[in-house]
Every structure is written in structure tokens, then in C-alpha cells.
């Protein structure tokens, strides 16, 4: 939810800046801006457009911006004021010669902006970022990190910041709370990103900064303090994931090319968590005994995580028999949730950044609860707030439908499911022996399912007409239900539904007609049969049935306008298993319809607002 870059260095800011920011787009991409001190002048310049970063590369080729060695660079996800050029960011004070980029939101901007009004500063735009580079304006006197110091205690809210000024022409000022920012080290120059993909063709080497953190950046220094200004000794780590990683290597888009990396993403799983018969939950930092004492899990996420969570839920509650309660993490921060310490908070996020989540798990800290999160986005904001954390590893997601993040969340839910049941019975049961024995296939049944990729295309293609489909799933299945659902309607925009299949005549049943397709997951499972008489009952009512079942079941076809089969697996973990070709509809429907696959409108990746 919006992204920022910053360098100083030797190279072209300039073309450094765009090309990182371009890496970032998935954050947001309303507008983007670049602004940089001229390197002879000292005066600071800049370029900014509506739309997509293409847009601010063809001015930049119209209208080049002079040489610099120092700039500030942002792609926004607009909150306060609508996604034109004159709120696109960067921002300046009233002189011209401080430009800031802010991803966050400022809670006490109005108040804060009445007064700079009071005191001469104008106003431009109606963002709320405006008033942070007036607020250091009016605390300027001739030093801009003493300045940025003081105005950032002024700010409530979140935010991260990029900070430059023409009177420090070799300097880039950064500051967060709240939300993301990172410092790359390089070789005689120094970033300051959103996120690591940003500035990994640069270097790998990372300081993340921490809440309540600002740093100063020449091209050979970084120094790091807190915000009263005292120096803070930063850790340096490596990221080990590859350029490549963040690249879409020959796909079409990066959705295509992370649906096509599960079966890898599962197979790391399991090598690193599955050690005999035992499970590891490396990093979740509670012995065996206060597991063994959780009385009560609670599973806070938002979105495809929520969707996880769900899973979650199902399998916690049926292998290890304790109860589970879920709520989206926008819900639960606000209801006063019945949590103690007997409670095990579980967190679910990809991007470990999303502003309701981090919120949740605050709360339940408040109330005394442990957390623990499954996340993938290593030294996130959610990870340390956390007690202990599962990392999925399952590599960038770039893409902003959520693909193997989900995939690889649902498997981490799996393991602990597990470790949970063998605590609770040491001998472990034989279901959660069978699920480990079917666990080391899945990345063989995905590499399967992505073989017979055309057919999905093709089931897809003919039934892209449809102004609106549903998704109906039950039992386990029924999350998958709603994942289909949310994944077709955020990258095609046709209205989708995802039903527990049962509560179909409570209501959704009155859109059935001959213009809706239903998608039915219908795997083999104990309620299999009530799938079928759900599915009649739709089609009694001309509704086009697209069937996801499971190889060999010819009694689904009569049933069916269409069916995609799945391999056969064991019954707990069909929701992996159909996740793919649910993914893949959606997909090949997006590409169909002409849509942006991997930046859908009004969307971003990383949530960091509320
Ligand atoms: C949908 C999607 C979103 C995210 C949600 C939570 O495809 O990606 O619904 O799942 O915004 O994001 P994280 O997992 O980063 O907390």
C-alpha cells in the first residue's frame, strides 16, 4: 500500500529510482513521482503523473529530470484525496526545497494542518502527507534531520517516511512507524525501500528499521537512531532470495508464475518441517508443555489469509480436538474478543504488514494471549510483534491476488494441526499418520493438475460470459468456496460469491438461474452425497454447473456442464488440492476478460491502512 524508494549514491538517481519503483507497483498505482537534488544546481526538481508508473517513465523521457545522485521516489494507493497528479507524491513545503514520501496514514492531520495554515504554510493537495513536509518546514532551521525529528513526534498514526532537502544535497532522511520500510547497504550507496524487491538488483544486504526508528543515508554511511535522536546500533542481515525471484522469467504474469511455484514452495515445506514422523514448528518458541496447556486457539487474518484460517479451523479442531475460534482481524480488534492466557493467538499474513492484523495481534497481546503468526515476509512488522513465528518461505509474492502464499499458509495450519494432536496423544493417532504419508504427495498431485493447465484454460474461456458466478463448498471445502469466489472477483470484477453449499436454499438460491455459473467443489468426502443434491437443486433451476471433482468420479458428470478433476488425496486435504484449479479459473477468466491479472484496480498488496 504504496511504496517508496530513496538513493543516494553514485549512480543516476534517477534511472535507479524508477527502476526500483517499478519493483514496488504491486503497492499501489494511482500515481507515482520521483524527486531528486540536482547534482550541479543543488536545486531540488521533480516529476509526477496519474496512473501507472509507464505514465511518469514517458514524461521522464519527454521532460528528463538533471543529473542527481540523491531522490525520493513513490507509487500510491490513494486514502486521502483522489489518485490525481496533484496528490501524487512527492510532496513539498511552501519554499520548494524539501520534498517528502510518505506511505501511512496521519491520524491528527487536520487539526495539525490548521495550524500550519494559521502560520502561512499552503496547501496543494488534500492529502494527509502534505502537512508532515510543512510540519518539518516549520521546524526547519538550517538542519533537516533535527527537523524531521521533531515533526515525526508531532505525527500520530503511521507512516513511513523519505525525507530530502537542497540544503543537504548528499543526504536522504528516513523514518518509520507503523509502516514498512527497509535500508539497503550497498557499495558506495544506500537505499531506503518498501520492501526488498525494490533494491535487490542493487544489494542484499538489509536493515530493517524497527518502529520509532529514523536514519540518516550518505552515499558511504547509514547511521541509525531513535527518535529522540539517539544513535541505535542496526543488524545488517542478508536476504537470501534471488533477483530472479522477483522476476516474472517468462510467464505472462507474476499470478501464472506463482501458481506455478507451489509444487516447490510445498516440497521446501515439508523438507524443513516433516522429520519422520514428527513435525517441526521451528520458530513458534512455546515448549511442548504450553501447547499442551492452550486451551483455545484463535485465528486472527484478513482476506485469502482469513480464507486459510478458515482451513485452519476445520483441521485444528478435527485432529487435535481443541476448539478454534476465527475472526477477521478488522472485527476482532474492535469487539472486546473473550481471550486469556490459555489462549493461543495465531496470526495469518504474507506480507506481515497489514495494518488490521498487526492491530489484532496488539489486542490480544493486551489481553494476555501468546501469539504466534504464519507469515512470509521475513523481519515484518507482524514478526516482531510476535512471540513466535512459522515462516512459510514461500518466496515474493508479487502478484496481487494471492496464490502460493495461501497455499503454503493452509500447509503451515497443517503441520501444526498435527504437532497439536501428537502433543495431545503422544502415540499419535493413525489419521495424522495417513496425513503425513499423503502430505509428501502434494507437490507431485500439483505438478499433475498444473500439466493439465489447457483443459481449466479452456473450461475458464467458455464460461467467461457469465456476469456472475457462486461458489458453493461445504465442510472443509467451504473456504475453498470463498476463495474461489474472492479470487475471481478481485481480478475479473464479476460479481462472485463463495456459499457453504447448505445454505444455499436460505437464500442464494434465488440468484440461481440459466445466466449464473456455479462453481461446485465437489471432491470425494463423507458428504459428498450432499454436494450431489445441492448441485441438483441448481441445476433443477437451469444454473451451469463447473464441477471440481475428484479423478475417476463419473457419477459428477451427468451432473455437470463441466468438470475438472483433481487428483485423489486424502479427504483433509482436498482444500490444497482444489486451490488450483480455483486459482486457475480465476486466472485464465481475468486474461479472458482483458483485466489487469496482476494489478486489479482499486487494489494494492500490502494493506498497511485500516
Ligand atoms: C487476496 C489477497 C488479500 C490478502 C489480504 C491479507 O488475493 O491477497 O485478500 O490476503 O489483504 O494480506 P496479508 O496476508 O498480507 O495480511
Given at each position: 500500500?504504496c511504496?517508496?524508494?530513496?538513493?543516494?549514491?553514485?549512480q543516476s538517481?534517477?534511472?535507479m529510482l524508477?527502476?526500483?519503483?517499478?519493483?514496488?507497483?504491486?503497492?499501489?498505482y494511482?500515481?507515482?513521482?520521483i524527486?531528486?537534488?540536482?547534482a550541479?544546481k543543488?536545486k531540488?526538481?521533480?516529476r509526477?503523473?496519474?496512473?501507472k508508473i509507464s505514465n511518469l517513465?514517458?514524461?521522464?523521457n519527454?521532460r528528463?529530470l538533471?543529473?542527481?545522485?540523491?531522490g525520493?521516489?513513490?507509487t500510491?494507493?490513494?486514502?486521502?484525496?483522489a489518485?490525481?497528479k496533484k496528490?501524487?507524491?512527492?510532496h513539498?513545503d511552501?519554499?520548494k526545497?524539501?520534498?517528502?514520501v510518505h506511505?501511512?496514514?496521519i491520524?491528527?492531520y487536520?487539526s495539525?494542518?490548521?495550524?500550519?495554515?494559521?502560520?502561512g504554510h499552503k496547501?496543494?493537495?488534500d492529502?494527509?502527507?502534505?502537512?508532515i513536509?510543512?510540519?518539518?518546514?516549520?521546524f526547519?532551521?538550517?538542519?533537516?534531520f533535527?527537523a524531521?525529528?521533531?515533526?515525526?513526534k508531532?505525527l500520530r498514526g503511521?507512516?513511513a517516511l523519505?525525507?530530502i532537502?537542497e540544503?543537504?544535497?548528499?543526504?536522504?532522511?528516513?523514518?518509520?512507524?507503523g509502516?514498512?520500510?527497509?535500508?539497503?547497504?550497498?557499495?558506495?550507496?544506500n537505499?531506503?525501500?518498501?520492501?526488498?524487491?525494490?533494491?535487490l538488483e542493487s544489494?542484499?544486504?538489509?536493515i530493517y528499521l524497527k518502529?520509532?526508528?529514523?536514519?540518516?543515508?550518505?552515499?558511504?554511511?547509514?547511521d541509525?537512531f531513535d527518535?529522540?535522536?539517539?544513535?541505535v546500533?542496526?543488524?545488517?542481515?542478508e536476504v537470501?532470495?534471488s533477483?530472479d525471484?522477483?522476476?516474472?522469467?517468462?510467464?505472462?504474469h507474476?499470478?501464472?508464475?506463482?501458481i506455478?511455484?507451489q509444487?516447490a514452495?510445498?516440497e521446501?515445506?515439508l523438507?524443513?518441517?516433516?522429520?519422520?514422523?514428527?513435525?517441526?514448528l521451528?520458530?513458534l518458541?512455546l515448549?511442548d508443555?504450553?501447547?499442551?496447556?492452550?486451551?483455545?486457539?484463535f485465528i486472527v487474518?484478513?482476506?485469502?489469509?482469513?480464507?486459510?484460517g478458515?482451513?485452519?479451523?476445520?483441521?485444528?479442531?478435527?485432529l487435535?480436538?481443541?476448539?478454534?475460534?476465527?475472526?477477521?482481524?478488522?472485527e476482532?480488534r474492535y469487539r472486546?474478543?473473550?481471550?486469556d492466557k490459555?489462549t493461543?493467538?495465531?496470526?495469518i499474513s504474507?506480507?506481515?504488514?497489514?495494518?488490521d492484523?498487526?492491530?489484532a495481534?496488539r489486542?490480544?497481546?493486551?489481553?494476555?494471549?501468546?501469539v504466534?503468526s504464519?507469515c512470509?515476509?521475513?523481519?515484518?512488522s507482524?514478526?516482531?510483534?510476535?512471540d513466535?513465528?512459522l515462516?512459510?518461505?514461500?518466496?515474493?509474492?508479487?502478484g496481487?491476488?494471492?496464490?502460493k502464499?495461501?497455499?503454503?499458509?493452509?500447509?503451515?495450519l497443517f503441520?501444526?494441526?498435527i504437532k497439536?494432536?501428537q502433543i495431545?496423544?503422544e502415540?499419535?493417532s493413525?489419521?495424522?499418520?495417513?496425513?503425513?504419508?499423503a502430505m509428501?504427495e502434494?507437490p507431485a498431485?500439483?505438478?499433475?493438475?498444473l500439466?493439465?493447465?489447457?483443459?481449466?484454460?479452456q473450461?475458464a474461456?467458455?464460461?467467461?460470459?457469465?456476469?456472475?458466478f457462486?461458489?458453493?463448498?461445504?465442510?472443509?471445502n467451504?473456504?475453498?468456496?470463498?476463495?474461489?469466489?474472492?479470487?475471481?472477483?478481485?481480478?475479473?470484477?464479476?460479481?462472485?460469491e463463495?456459499y457453504a453449499?447448505g445454505?444455499?436454499k436460505?437464500?442464494?438460491?434465488a440468484l440461481?438461474?440459466?445466466y449464473?455459473?456455479?462453481?461446485?467443489?465437489v471432491?470425494?468426502?463423507?458428504i459428498?452425497e450432499?454436494?450431489?443434491?445441492?448441485i441438483?437443486?441448481?441445476?433443477?433451476?437451469?444454473g451451469?454447473?463447473?464441477?471440481?471433482a475428484?479423478?475417476?468420479?463419473?457419477?459428477i458428470?451427468?451432473?455437470?456442464n463441466?468438470?475438472?478433476y483433481?487428483?485423489?488425496?486424502?479427504?483433509?486435504l482436498?482444500p490444497?488440492v482444489v486451490?488450483?484449479?480455483?486459482?486457475?479459473?480465476?486466472?485464465?477468466i481475468?486474461?479472458?476478460?482483458?483485466?489487469?491479472?496482476?494489478?486489479?484496480?482499486?487494489?494494492a498488496?500490502?494493506?498497511?491502512?485500516?
Amino acid at each position: 500500500m504504496c511504496g517508496i524508494v530513496g538513493y543516494v549514491g553514485h549512480q543516476s538517481a534517477v534511472s535507479m529510482l524508477l527502476n526500483s519503483l517499478k519493483k514496488l507497483e504491486y503497492r499501489g498505482y494511482d500515481s507515482s513521482g520521483i524527486g531528486i537534488v540536482d547534482a550541479n544546481k543543488r536545486k531540488i526538481a521533480f516529476r509526477k503523473d496519474q496512473g501507472k508508473i509507464s505514465n511518469l517513465e514517458k514524461m521522464l523521457n519527454a521532460r528528463p529530470l538533471p543529473e542527481s545522485h540523491l531522490g525520493i521516489s513513490h507509487t500510491r494507493w490513494a486514502t486521502h484525496g483522489a489518485p490525481n497528479k496533484k496528490n501524487a507524491h512527492p510532496h513539498f513545503d511552501t519554499s520548494k526545497k524539501i520534498f517528502i514520501v510518505h506511505n501511512g496514514i496521519i491520524e491528527n492531520y487536520e487539526s495539525l494542518k490548521k495550524d500550519l495554515i494559521k502560520k502561512g504554510h499552503k496547501f496543494i493537495s488534500d492529502t494527509d502527507t502534505e502537512v508532515i513536509v510543512h510540519l518539518i518546514s516549520d521546524f526547519y532551521n538550517g538542519d533537516i534531520f533535527h527537523a524531521t525529528q521533531k515533526a515525526v513526534k508531532k505525527l500520530r498514526g503511521a507512516f513511513a517516511l523519505g525525507v530530502i532537502c537542497e540544503d543537504s544535497p548528499e543526504q536522504l532522511i528516513a523514518a518509520r512507524i507503523g509502516s514498512p520500510l527497509i535500508i539497503g547497504v550497498g557499495d558506495h550507496e544506500n537505499f531506503i525501500a518498501s520492501d526488498v524487491p525494490a533494491i535487490l538488483e542493487s544489494t542484499n544486504k538489509i536493515i530493517y528499521l524497527k518502529d520509532g526508528q529514523m536514519a540518516t543515508l550518505t552515499s558511504d554511511r547509514v547511521d541509525v537512531f531513535d527518535f529522540d535522536g539517539k544513535p541505535v546500533k542496526a543488524k545488517v542481515d542478508e536476504v537470501t532470495f534471488s533477483v530472479d525471484a522477483v522476476q516474472k522469467q517468462g510467464f505472462d504474469h507474476f499470478m501464472l508464475k506463482e501458481i506455478h511455484e507451489q509444487p516447490a514452495v510445498l516440497e521446501q515445506m515439508l523438507k524443513a518441517r516433516l522429520k519422520g514422523s514428527k513435525v517441526s514448528l521451528e520458530g513458534l518458541h512455546l515448549t511442548d508443555q504450553q501447547l499442551k496447556d492452550v486451551e483455545h486457539v484463535f485465528i486472527v487474518a484478513c482476506g485469502t489469509a482469513y480464507h486459510a484460517g478458515l482451513v485452519g479451523k476445520y483441521i485444528i479442531e478435527k485432529l487435535a480436538r481443541t476448539p478454534v475460534s476465527i475472526d477477521v482481524s478488522s472485527e476482532f480488534r474492535y469487539r472486546d474478543p473473550i481471550i486469556d492466557k490459555k489462549t493461543l493467538v495465531v496470526a495469518i499474513s504474507q506480507s506481515g504488514e497489514t495494518a488490521d492484523t498487526l492491530a489484532a495481534v496488539r489486542e490480544a497481546k493486551n489481553k494476555g494471549a501468546k501469539v504466534v503468526s504464519i507469515c512470509n515476509v521475513v523481519g515484518s512488522s507482524l514478526v516482531r510483534e510476535s512471540d513466535g513465528v512459522l515462516y512459510t518461505h514461500a518466496g515474493p509474492e508479487i502478484g496481487v491476488a494471492s496464490t502460493k502464499a495461501y497455499t503454503a499458509q493452509v500447509m503451515m495450519l497443517f503441520f501444526m494441526a498435527i504437532k497439536f494432536s501428537q502433543i495431545k496423544n503422544e502415540k499419535g493417532s493413525a489419521l495424522t499418520k495417513d496425513l503425513m504419508a499423503a502430505m509428501k504427495e502434494l507437490p507431485a498431485l500439483y505438478t499433475s493438475i498444473l500439466k493439465s493447465k489447457r483443459g481449466i484454460a479452456q473450461v475458464a474461456r467458455k464460461n467467461s460470459h457469465f456476469g456472475c458466478f457462486l461458489f458453493l463448498g461445504r465442510n472443509i471445502n467451504f473456504p475453498s468456496a470463498l476463495e474461489g469466489a474472492l479470487k475471481l472477483k478481485e481480478i475479473s470484477y464479476i460479481p462472485a460469491e463463495g456459499y457453504a453449499a447448505g445454505e444455499m436454499k436460505h437464500g442464494p438460491i434465488a440468484l440461481i438461474d440459466e445466466y449464473r455459473a456455479v462453481v461446485c467443489v465437489v471432491p470425494q468426502s463423507d458428504i459428498y452425497e450432499k454436494m450431489i443434491s445441492n448441485i441438483q437443486e441448481i441445476k433443477a433451476r437451469k444454473g451451469k454447473i463447473i464441477a471440481i471433482a475428484t479423478e475417476g468420479d463419473q457419477q459428477i458428470k451427468p451432473h455437470a456442464n463441466h468438470v475438472v478433476y483433481v487428483p485423489r488425496t486424502h479427504e483433509l486435504l482436498t482444500p490444497l488440492v482444489v486451490a488450483l484449479p480455483l486459482q486457475l479459473i480465476a486466472y485464465y477468466i481475468s486474461v479472458q476478460q482483458g483485466c489487469d491479472v496482476d494489478q486489479p484496480r482499486n487494489l494494492a498488496k500490502s494493506v498497511t491502512v485500516e
